[in-house]
């Protein structure tokens, strides 16, 4: 298991030690909660839905569309950077 996390952790370009603690900080919740997390759907669902708002949006709110997508950078550059 520890060839995983190095794996992963030289793939993202973090150490160990922060590629466990973020397993822990998504894993822990979702047990203490009773709950599993199948990523592929998860990130499956957020993309449709993304791809859908994004359609819905240029389509009929074009003047907006630019403007929304730098407000989603900014925000997950302040919230999840």
């Given amino acids: 298991m520890i060839d995983v996390v190095d794996q992963l952790a ?3 370009g973090v150490s160990r030690s922060e590629a466990i603690r973020i397993a822990l900080e998504v894993g822990i919740p979702l047990l203490k909660a009773g709950l599993s997390l ?3 759907r998860a990130v ?4 449709h839905t993304q791809l859908a708002l994004s359609l819905i949006v240029q389509e009929q709110y074009p003047a907006d569309a ?3 997508i730098a407000q989603a950078l900014s925000n997950v550059r302040e919230h999840h950077g």
Avoid at 44 to 47: D, K, M, W, Y
């Fill in 10 to 12: 030289t793939s993202r």
């Fill in 38 to 40: 199948n990523a592929e």
């Fill in 44 to 47: 499956t669902i957020l993309e």
């Fill in 66 to 68: 630019e403007h929304l």
